[in-house]
């Protein structure tokens, strides 16, 4: 193509995407339903994608501040979403013994172990002084839990081992709660009801917000041997994380793990694994087949949105070779070819449908940012998103352009200079 021919396309795309915008003006109802639901699909690939972009985010940080070769000792691990109606048959996990400390405690003395972190929590009251919360995040925790979870002492101290040999009335609580707790205050030595019991605060933690750990939260950790005795919980469903020795390969210390937790729990040779061993990929992978039927509902929903603007297109452009009749007659008569006719429609139609994708672009955009802002989600406009959205809408105009398009392309000069 000479540079002569390209300078003349660009011209008349301008020219195209002048005359749609025209459109849009004269005929500002029908063009609002056409963008309309360009727009609704635009923002539900927008929303949704930055949504589960944030998910992913939160997940993979909560994954790296746990080490990169930390695996996790589960009671049952499905790697998807589980339906039950009740059903023994239906509920695999119950035909999975209970994870105990006695285990856990088995595990941390494995040679290819470093560290260990038992973990069990739930939600419950906590007091100070007339002060009463609900449904404050509770979590029972083996000593070394901040080098497998990671975070921060901004003051005090963590519970020492001997504390929690002796399930010690202590509690670690994070920022969030000392400011609902004792605004201004320094919370160190001071004496919290936890289910009404008394536990003295011996340090203040602060940890990075994410979605399954939001810092934004009141929340508190205590000795799991103290965790047993006080909490209200929902038994047996204990989850370790396992950290391997430096020397050590994750694939050698889930060796030697399943090995002691085969030999403790008497299973023979055929016989399978009655507990889960899972890696941070399989947790990555698992999240993935969740998300998989977000895309699809995400797929279908923005489809119907794109669909509808793709009605509209059709309608507004008949109008519009309806109305440019003639027009198309004398610029036929002045040796305009097929191919310039059908482009001028296509870009038009085009225009509208881009129109439409900035407009949802938009809202989707503010959606995201109305989920970072008021939840621990993430979530963040992927590019991909934004890229796939432009293509899916321009394709829309130009699929459902081509009719009206080729209709005023095969108008006869003489019946068009003859419309009234």
């Not at 996790?72 to 400390?101: A, K, Q």
């Not at 449904?135 to 925790?141: K, P, Y």
Request: charged residues 20%; proline residues 4%.
């Amino acid at each position: 193509m000479s540079r002569r021919s390209r300078l003349g396309l660009v011209s008349r795309g301008i020219e195209g995407a002048g005359i749609a915008l025209d459109s849009l003006r004269s005929n500002k109802v029908r063009a609002a339903l056409t963008i309309l639901g360009v727009a609704i699909g635009v923002t539900v690939v927008i929303a949704m994608a930055s949504a589960i972009t944030g998910i992913n985010r939160s997940i993979t940080a909560i994954l790296e501040s746990a080490g990169p070769k930390t695996f996790f000792v589960f009671r049952y691990f499905s790697g998807g979403l589980d339906v039950s109606d009740g059903s023994d048959e239906m509920s695999p996990w119950r035909r999975m013994p209970e994870l105990t400390m006695e285990e856990a405690q088995l595990i941390r003395h494995l040679p290819a172990v470093r560290e260990v972190n038992a973990e069990e929590s739930t939600e419950g009251p906590v007091g100070y002084e007339g002060v009463n919360l609900s449904g404050v995040h509770i979590a029972g925790l083996s000593p070394t839990w901040l080098q497998v979870n990671g975070g921060d002492i901004l003051a005090g101290r963590n519970f020492s081992q001997l504390e929690y040999a002796a399930s010690a009335r202590v509690a670690v609580i994070n920022d969030k709660l000392a400011e609902s707790l004792f605004p201004g205050l320094d919370p160190i030595g001071r004496k919290i009801k936890i289910y009404g019991q008394p536990f003295e605060v011996v340090g203040l933690h602060a940890e990075a917000a994410s979605l399954f750990s939001n810092a934004s939260d009141p929340r508190l950790a205590i000795p799991h041997t103290t965790f047993a005795k006080v909490a209200d919980y929902e038994r047996g469903w204990m989850q370790i994380a396992v950290v391997p020795t430096e020397a050590t390969t994750v694939n050698e210390a889930q060796d030697e793990v399943t090995a002691a937790l085969r030999t403790r729990r008497g299973l023979h040779p055929g016989q399978e694994n009655n507990f889960a061993l899972v890696t941070q990929d399989r947790v990555l992978e698992a999240f993935n087949s969740v998300t998989a039927g977000f895309f699809v509902v995400m797929i279908t929903l923005s489809s119907v949105g794109l669909m509808v603007g793709g009605i509209g297109v059709v309608a507004i452009m008949m109008i519009s070779v309806t109305e440019r009749t003639r027009e198309i007659g004398v610029r036929k008569a002045l040796g305009a070819t097929r191919g310039e006719i059908l482009f001028q429609f296509l870009v038009e139609a085009a225009t509208l449908t881009l129109v439409g994708c900035l407009v949802g672009m938009a809202l989707g955009a503010l959606v995201a940012w109305g989920v970072r802002s008021f939840t621990p989600i993430p979530a963040t406009v992927p590019l991909g998103a934004v890229v796939a959205a432009v293509i899916s809408s321009i394709l829309t105009g130009v699929l459902f352009g081509l009719y009206p398009a080729g209709k005023a392309a095969r108008l006869d000069p003489v019946e068009a200079l003859r419309y009234e």
